[in-house]
């Protein structure tokens, strides 16, 4: 055995692949992002943006997605509500539920996580932030729930019942945004108050530069991936919900309750996507206002996707997605290339990975005749 | 007594249950809808330039909704006692119908409504959710999910007002069939030749047609605004039949989108209920396997079905430039293919189902609007919510389980 198949073995190792996935894990992701830039390069081109720009928007891309501080910083504050709820989806893809229902829990988390933090602003700011998540937390979980008790008790399809809850949160944040003990005083558009200064996430790199908006929910999120890592790998309730996701007969027989499976795994999902609400909120948004959830719920399931649903997959696919969508605000500001290019490559990423042998048929030099896992 | 019992109890039959909520629809209307006596709900049901006016009508509220609350008790009671597995479906939908009558009474008391405008709305909204769920059904029957619909109907609508824009009305539309069904063809592709996993090929082509139709509208179409500048289709009235009062300007005055529609409804159900390919497809979809055993070529089913899905959707996404505002704005098909898909699976994906459940979606989509107008004091945001809650409602106390075609996500590898 040499060095380099050694070196490989260990790195599988330390990801939790399959044997014989390193590539899959490694390769696959490198030529899938570089196929997907040259695509982008050449709807540019298509639409009429000379090859100077282009060169200066991928410098731009790359430049504010991992270049400076303050693009890093950037990445990982993006990074981090799309990982938490990632998080959640990728559990109920274990689980064999689709939980289109992020944006909603969002939603319903941030929003309950904004009027907690104003009503009691003069808690300590430990007390007040931890709190805030909770109950942001909670109220995502209590969401989730009713999607996951109905799946449960009555079979009604999870993917119709998430789609009426995202939209029936919509209408409620409408409506809350209207009540005057919501409403920020004075305001006649719909915003709510805002978060108070002891209620924010601590920042952590204002002693660099008070712009700097990285927070410490980065932490939480990386305790969020352990934790799940633990959950689905090691822990009881991972092995019911995997077996449930696999085949829901097996794990009936085999004794585990494929209701509290379901029930559970919705409104642990829910409390991740709430927590991620109630994260932005206090950490970078300090108020809610109509689409304050701006997509994260949609593009936490491609996040999920991408990341094949293995906690540290997602971990890895939501600094992408951080890092595109860090990057593609920069490439607006220095290319004038509009930032929709990047769900564009995003797209095209969650296709290339998803589908690997499509990067097969178009680059067989780079796998290896033998052995394929996916 | 253990966690797992509460979710055992006695199982109450869905006809018991179905008459609970029209027991709680009687209660609603007979405690939150009452009308003080002497006032009275107008509602118009002629523009005044028809060909056979009709008289407005007026409802003394107080009673209509007494009798409306007794009715409902009556069958609620009969339901809860010893309705058929027939009835439920009757018994509630005619249940709810009494129940938005009282409603729209309870509404404009005092005021008066255009009921004809209303449900003539209801009917154009409806269209694109129509569509999307037809385009959902036409590639689920082949057990192929449809999570795209969303990204083909933007797809269409975007195409509608290019195409348009450079060669008409017609041009527009054609070419939203195409790049529809070539979306279709995509996803196709991805799921059955290279056997993507079914929902990330859906929500990755959504991601993609979001992408794509953004970037060109903020990088082309804000410089090029004549690009983006469609002729609307107008409404056609059908000779004699768009005379007969109320259904003449709901059906038979409207434009070519909900003709459309309506037809491809009607098609598509004999289609795959009535004819030969219309088994065999649905045989691919129940189950692959024994279907190529007797001959039928499964991967070209598929392919053929979900191209023509999205041609479908194509068509359906052209209304919402083409059939309304001609002009494309960014995301504007604004979730309508996921109601579309909720359509779908409250419908049971057959094409009437589909039909009648758009229509509830459209019809509460206007009455939104209308009611915005006549000034209730139910805040406007908890009636745009009810059409979604009702879905909730009805499709876990009464659908149940709804069964979707058996091999449903599932690629297909021959032997």
Redesign the interface.
């Known amino acids: 055995m040499n060095t380099k198949s050694n070196f490989r073995k260990t790195t599988a190792d330390l990801l939790m692949l399959r044997q014989g996935a390193y590539r899959d894990a490694i390769v696959l992701p490198i030529i899938a992002i570089a196929t997907a830039l040259l695509i982008g390069a050449l709807?540019m081109t298509a639409?009429?943006?000379d090859i100077y720009t282009i060169g200066r928007s991928f410098a731009a891309l790359g430049h504010g997605a991992f270049g400076s501080i303050n693009a890093i910083s950037e990445t990982f504050t993006a990074a981090i509500p799309l990982i938490l709820a990632g998080l959640g989806i990728g559990l109920g893809f274990r689980a064999g539920l689709?939980n289109?229902g992020a944006e909603g829990q969002i939603i319903i988390g941030g929003l309950l996580a904004v009027i907690f933090s104003f009503t009691f602003s003069d808690l300590p700011t430990i007390v007040l932030v931890t709190f805030t998540l909770i109950v942001g937390s909670l109220a995502g979980a209590a969401y989730a729930g009713i999607a996951g008790v109905?799946r449960?008790?009555?079979?009604?399809?999870e993917?119709?019942?998430t789609?009426?809850?995202?939209?029936?949160s919509y209408?409620?944040l409408?409506?809350a945004l209207?009540q005057p003990f919501i409403q920020k005083d004075g305001r006649s558009d719909p915003i709510s108050k805002s978060v108070p200064g002891n209620g924010q996430l601590p920042k952590l790199l204002d002693w660099i530069d008070p712009n700097l908006r990285l927070h410490v929910g980065i932490f939480i999120m990386v305790g969020a991936v352990i934790l799940l890592w633990w959950l689905i790998k090691k822990s009881k309730m991972g092995f019911a919900i995997r077996t449930n996701g696999e085949n829901s007969h097996a794990a009936l027989y085999a004794g585990m309750?494929p209701?509290?499976v379901i029930i559970g795994s919705m409104a642990l999902a829910g409390g991740l996507a709430g927590l991620a609400g109630a994260v932005q909120i206090s950490g970078v948004l300090e108020r809610a206002s109509p689409g304050f959830s701006a997509g994260i719920g949609?593009d936490a399931?491609?996040v999920a996707?991408l990341g094949r649903s293995h906690p540290i997959g997602i971990l890895f696919a939501g600094i992408l997605f951080g890092g595109l969508e860090a990057g593609g605000r920069q490439m607006q500001i220095d290319a004038g290339?509009?930032i929709?290019?990047?769900?564009?490559?995003?797209?095209?990423v969650?296709?290339f990975i998803?589908?690997p042998?499509?990067i097969r048929t178009i680059t067989p030099w780079a796998f290896s005749k033998n052995k394929r896992t996916s | 007594m253990r966690i797992s019992d509460i979710f055992n109890l006695k199982k109450i039959n869905r006809s018991q249950t179905s008459g609970i909520i029209l027991l709680i629809l009687s209660a609603l209307v007979l405690f939150f809808l009452n009308v003080p006596d002497g006032s009275y709900a107008t509602f118009k049901l002629s523009r005044p330039n028809d060909a056979l006016p009709l008289k407005d009508l007026v409802l003394s509220g107080g009673p209509f909704n007494t009798v409306a609350s007794m009715i409902l008790a009556f069958i609620g009671v009969r339901q809860f006692l010893k309705g058929g597995g027939r009835w439920i479906a009757l018994s509630l939908g005619f249940g709810f119908l009494i129940t938005i009558a009282a409603f729209l009474v309870w509404a404009t008391a005092d005021k008066s409504l255009n009921l004809t405008g209303m449900l003539q709305a209801t009917v154009v909204r409806a269209v694109p959710i129509a569509l999307g769920a037809l385009a959902g059904l036409l590639s689920e029957r082949v057990a192929v999910i449809n999570i795209a619909i969303e990204g083909m109907l933007l797809a269409g609508a975007f195409t509608g007002a290019l195409a348009g824009s450079l060669f008409g009305g017609w041009g527009g539309m054609i070419s939203a069939i195409i790049i529809g069904g070539s979306f279709g063809f995509i996803l196709a592709t991805l799921v059955i030749t290279f056997r993507m996993d079914q929902i990330i090929a859906g929500v990755v082509i959504n991601l993609l047609v979001l992408g794509l139709t953004s970037y060109v509208s903020s990088q082309v179409f804000s410089e090029y605004r004549n690009l983006n500048n469609a002729p609307v289709f107008r409404a056609i009235k059908i000779p004699v039949l768009s005379d007969i009062p109320i259904i003449g300007p709901v059906i038979f005055s409207q434009n070519i989108f909900v003709y459309g529609a309506l037809i491809l409804v009607a098609i598509t159900t004999y289609y795959l209920f009535y004819t030969r390919n219309g088994l065999r497809a649905r045989a691919v979809g129940e189950h692959p396997k024994a279907a190529d055993t007797l001959g039928i070529n499964v991967i070209r089913t598929r392919y053929f079905h979900v191209v023509l899905a999205g041609a479908v959707a194509g068509f359906g996404g052209a209304w919402f430039t083409l059939g309304s505002v001609g002009r494309f704005d960014e995301g504007m098909t604004g979730g309508r293919g996921f109601i579309g898909l909720a359509a779908m699976i409250f419908g049971r994906w057959h094409p009437v189902g589909a039909l009648s459940a758009a229509l509830v979606f459209g019809f509460a989509d206007s009455l939104q609007q209308k009611l915005a107008l006549l000034n209730t004091p139910i805040p406007s945001e908890f009636l745009a919510m009810a059409p979604y809650l009702a879905t909730i409602v009805v499709v876990a106390g009464i659908i149940g389980h709804a069964r979707p075609p058996g091999a449903i996500g599932k690629p297909y590898q021959k032997e």
């Open positions: 709807i639409t009429g943006v689709f289109i109905l449960a008790v009555t079979g009604a399809h993917v119709i019942l789609i009426m809850l995202n939209l029936i209408r409620i409408d409506y209207r309750n209701k509290m949609f399931i491609a996707l290339v509009s929709d290019l990047i769900s564009i490559i995003q797209a095209l969650v296709v998803a589908a042998l499509i």
